[in-house]
């Protein structure tokens, strides 16, 4: 079926220091993510549980506009056991924005880019695409995530952005998410679905999904 196993890496937030950091390779590279991703590295990182906790970071931005659905899509992550943190630019490789991990379903917000409320809504209709994937996939708690929607109903425009900056194994996955981060409300109706226990109803599964969660027993 289709299915990335592990990390994917897109563009997001985590708990209060308790400890330092260990020690890392370097900062802003894939090392200091992992110690990120994995929850050992918990300084500058720090959970949001609304728009509020956002707007209490940039004292001097202005999150009006997309308030309601980044709220609404935070209120489904929680439903389904994602958490969404706001973590410090040196957990993050280069230009990274922010990303969703498989096998712990949280994911982070690079602080360096979320003072903006375009592009923090942005991110998190991606990653949240990504954490409804996984969904789609049989379950939350997998390391596995499937295309909700057939391929040929995203534009083509995001494909080809997705295979100029992704490896090709990770395309399908990376163009529905680059779509849905462009979209509103999708990343919303998604998770919405998600969280409801109605996802194989709201969206039909692909024929290669379909038979994964038939033979996996999420389905008959």
Not at 50 to 61: A, F, N, P, V
Not at 136 to 158: F, K
Not at 196 to 213: A, D, H, I, N
Request: charge should be negative; charged fraction near 20%.
């Amino acid at each position: 079926m289709e299915k990335i196993i592990a990390t994917l890496i897109s563009s997001l937030i985590l708990t209060s220091p308790v400890m330092a950091d260990p020690e890392i390779k370097g900062w802003k590279t894939y090392d200091s993510m992992g110690c990120m991703l994995l929850g050992e590295c918990t300084d500058d990182v720090q959970q949001v549980r609304s728009i509020s906790d956002i707007q209490k970071y940039y004292h001097s931005s202005n999150y009006s506009v997309i308030s309601s659905e980044f709220n609404s899509i935070l209120r489904s992550l929680d439903r389904v056991g994602v958490k969404v943190f706001l973590a410090d630019e040196k957990y993050f490789p280069s230009g990274q924005r922010g990303v969703y991990h498989t096998v712990t379903n949280n994911f982070f917000l690079n602080t360096n880019f979320m003072h903006e409320q375009g592009v923090l809504m942005i991110v998190m209709r991606h990653e949240g695409w990504h954490a409804a994937q996984d969904c789609m996939a049989g379950t939350i708690d997998n390391s596995m995530i499937a295309i909700i929607l057939p391929e040929e109903e995203i534009p083509v425009i995001w494909r080809v952005m997705a295979e100029r900056t992704y490896p090709e194994s990770a395309v399908p996955w990376e163009a529905e998410a680059g779509w849905a981060g462009r979209t509103d409300d999708v990343t919303a109706k998604a998770l919405e679905a998600c969280a409801k226990g109605s996802m194989w109803t709201e969206y039909e599964p692909t024929p290669m999904t379909r038979e994964w969660l038939i033979e996996n027993g999420f389905i008959e």
